[in-house]
């Protein structure tokens, strides 16, 4: 089971927006400012999204925005488009070198 | 850009010693400035951190610490993955990443390691 709590799957139709929630506790998603957001297409390497809550690598589309309050951290999906189709886990430094996971969102486009 | 390649088999027997290598390309494991990870994910336990190799020093999940061995090879620039006496528990998709950010910013392929007889 894992840590953190993701809804297992999210949908949108295109040029929606769809947010993703990751739910922890104040020991790790509440007490930390580094969650961290992964992209991951069927059988592909896991990408990186976001991370220290709300930024974005160089190359991730500013469509893809994160957000924090209390334990709970959100990942949003602006203008929705059909390669955004993956499934979406987040992650949290938990202190102690140690990271947690989410258990995944499977993302549908519609 | 950077690159992680992994190798080693898919196949283990119960007992027997996991080991798994992941070859870099575009950075150097010698980087003081990122870390070396092994994660893993299975359906029965989620995504889970193993251990890291950084600035020559070594950090292992705690439930793995007695079995867990994370190594750096300059002279080939990689770093492997060896798990001792596995079980059944221990099957997984196997990932090594690069480590920045607190997070995990670039990752391998993936290695599916069965452990069965």
């Known amino acids: 089971q894992s840590a953190l709590t993701q809804p297992p799957s999210a949908s949108g139709s295109p040029g929606q927006s769809v947010t993703i929630s990751c739910t922890g506790t104040?020991?790790?998603?509440?007490?930390?400012?580094?969650v961290s957001w992964h992209q991951q297409h069927p059988g592909k390497a896991p990408k990186l999204m976001i991370y220290e809550v709300s930024k974005r690598p160089s190359g991730v589309p500013d469509r893809f925005s994160g957000a924090k309050s209390g334990n709970t951290a959100s990942l949003t999906v602006s203008g929705l488009q059909a390669e955004d189709e993956a499934d979406y886990f987040c992650?949290?430094?938990?202190?102690?070198?140690?990271?947690?996971f989410g258990g995944g969102t499977k993302l549908t486009v519609l | 850009q950077v690159q992680l390649q992994q190798s080693g088999p898919g196949l283990v027997k119960p007992s027997q010693t996991l080991s798994l290598t992941c070859a870099i390309s575009?950075?150097?494991?010698?980087?003081?400035?990122?870390?070396w990870n092994w994660i893993r994910q299975s359906p029965s336990r989620g995504l889970e951190w193993l251990g890291r190799?950084?600035?020559?020093?070594?950090d292992y999940a705690l439930s793995l610490k007695s079995r867990i061995a994370i190594n750096p090879d300059t002279s080939k620039n990689q770093f492997s993955l060896q798990l001792n006496s596995v079980t059944p528990e221990d099957t997984a998709v196997y990932y090594c990443?690069?480590?920045?950010?607190?997070?995990?910013?670039?990752w391998g392929q993936g290695t599916m390691v069965t452990v069965s007889s």
């Open positions: 992650s949290s430094y938990v202190g102690s070198t140690n990271w947690v």
């Open positions: 104040s020991s790790d998603v509440g007490g930390y400012n580094y």
């Open positions: 190799t950084y600035r020559r020093s070594n």
């Open positions: 575009g950075d150097s494991v010698s980087n003081n400035n990122v870390a």
């Open positions: 990443a690069r480590g920045t950010w607190w997070t995990f910013d670039i």
